[in-house]
């Protein structure tokens, strides 16, 4: 579900300034909390700029701002909005980089400690991390927004390698069938590299069509890699 203010949001985080308020220290990778100016409201970002980012030998380098956006994307084309807005901005105060609104959650309740009805709401998750090729789910990666309970992944800056990286923390549904009406938008699978032709090489645009397919057509059981 979409929240209310969603174009608000969009339109601040796409044209408002934005400076820095703070630092978040656990991670690989610079990251920023922000905030954002539009039309006389502030709103709260995570920038993420591409130079902060720590090569790794298995993804190309300054790229995965850019994978953060192309997540946002998938997520949308799919109907789960399970990941915040997210837009690529070359004016940062370190450069060019992904900025992402911001969700106020527990850090303390994620999925190690959710409740069985709430791991019920992951399916979705699970399949868009599938057809990601999501390389990074950790438990601390999914939460649910505080006040209206709407579910959101982030962390997706390691997505979308041209081979199987699939690494999550989410076996719930493994050996299930996936639900119909999960897999009602991979009919349209065939159109998303206009999607991601701004943000991934194009064998990394290719990767996600195929598996869409193999899922539409076989139902394949969900099965996730540790």
Same mark, same amino acid.
């Given at each position: 579900?979409?929240?209310?203010?969603?174009?608000?949001?969009?339109?601040?985080?796409?044209?408002?300034?934005?400076?820095?308020?703070?630092?978040?220290?656990?991670?690989?990778?610079?990251?920023?909390?922000?905030?954002?100016?539009?039309?006389?409201?502030?709103?709260? $970002?995570?920038?993420?700029?591409?130079?902060?980012?720590?090569?790794?030998?298995?993804f190309p380098d300054?790229?995965?701002?850019?994978?953060?956006?192309?997540?946002?994307?998938?997520?949308? $084309?799919?109907?789960?909005?399970?990941?915040?807005?997210?837009?690529?901005?070359?004016?940062?105060?370190?450069?060019?980089?992904?900025?992402?609104?911001?969700?106020?959650?527990?850090?303390?309740?994620?999925?190690?400690?959710?409740?069985?009805?709430?791991?019920?709401?992951? =399916?979705?998750?699970?399949?868009?991390?599938?057809? $990601?090729?999501?390389?990074? =789910?950790?438990?601390?990666?999914?939460?649910?927004?505080?006040?209206?309970?709407?579910?959101?992944?982030?962390?997706?800056?390691?997505?979308?390698?041209?081979?199987?990286?699939?690494?999550?923390?989410?076996?719930?549904?493994s050996g299930q069938e996936?639900?119909?009406?999960?897999?009602?938008?991979?009919?349209?699978?065939?159109?998303?590299?206009?999607?991601?032709?701004?943000?991934?090489?194009?064998?990394?645009?290719?990767?996600? $069509?195929?598996?869409?397919?193999?899922?539409?057509?076989?139902?394949?059981?969900?099965?996730?890699?540790?």
């Open positions: 579900m979409l929240p209310q203010n969603s174009q608000t949001i969009q339109a601040a985080l796409t044209y408002g300034d934005y400076e820095l308020k703070g630092q978040f220290m656990l991670g690989s990778n610079y990251t920023f909390f922000v905030d954002v100016q539009h039309e006389g409201k502030t709103y709260k $970002a995570v920038y993420k700029p591409s130079k902060g980012e720590q090569p790794l030998w298995d300054n790229t995965l701002a850019l994978r953060e956006v192309a997540a946002y994307q998938l997520s949308e $084309a799919l109907g789960f909005h399970i990941v915040p807005f997210t837009t690529y901005r070359d004016d940062g105060p370190y450069g060019p980089g992904s900025l992402q609104q911001y969700i106020e959650y527990d850090i303390e309740h994620h999925y190690f400690n959710f409740t069985p009805d709430e791991r019920e709401t992951l =399916r979705p998750v699970v399949l868009f991390d599938i057809l $990601a090729n999501n390389a990074d =789910r950790k438990g601390s990666h999914i939460f649910f927004e505080e006040g209206t309970q709407t579910l959101y992944g982030i962390d997706h800056g390691i997505c979308f390698h041209e081979e199987n990286k699939l690494r999550t923390v989410i076996w719930d549904f996936i639900p119909s009406d999960l897999l009602a938008p991979l009919a349209d699978a065939e159109n998303w590299s206009d999607l991601f032709e701004q943000y991934l090489n194009p064998r990394e645009i290719r990767a996600p $069509a195929p598996c869409a397919d193999t899922v539409k057509i076989k139902n394949i059981p969900i099965e996730t890699g540790r």
